[in-house]
């Protein structure tokens, strides 16, 4: 069963960077999609950035990241990361790395990120 498991969480200052990384236990080949979504207190949870698997590699951004935020992948680490630059006050949220397989969606437990000075 695939499993996948956050880390690269943190407090930062705005206009800093973080990456974060989901690893993902277990084979990829039945992973349709790969994406991060967060959520912020009070909000419901919204995708930041998504990555097909299939041979495309077609990736997606929310409005508000684009041009800030990568998503990306290592084969060989069976990992997903999601570069994360010039961050806002804004993105304050906890992180979730989601993955769909077989049209069904497994989330990680979530990782904090904090931007404030």
């Known amino acids: 069963q695939v499993q996948l498991v956050e880390s690269g969480g943190g407090l930062v200052q705005p206009g800093g960077s973080l990456r974060l990384s989901c690893a993902v236990s277990?084979?990829?080949?039945?992973?349709?999609?790969m994406g991060w979504y967060r959520q912020a207190p009070g909000k419901q949870r919204e995708l930041v950035a998504q990555?097909?698997?299939?041979?495309?590699?077609?990736?997606t951004y929310a409005d508000s990241v684009k041009g800030r935020f990568t998503i990306s992948r290592d084969n060989a680490k069976n990992t997903v990361y999601l570069q994360m630059n010039s961050l806002k006050p804004e993105d304050t949220a906890v992180y979730y790395c989601?993955?769909?397989?077989?049209?069904?969606?497994?989330w990680g437990q979530g990782t904090q990120v904090t931007v404030s000075s």
């Open positions: 989601n993955a769909v397989i077989l049209g069904v969606s497994r």
């Open positions: 277990g084979s990829m080949i039945m992973i349709y999609t």
């Open positions: 990555l097909s698997l299939s041979r495309s590699g077609t990736t």
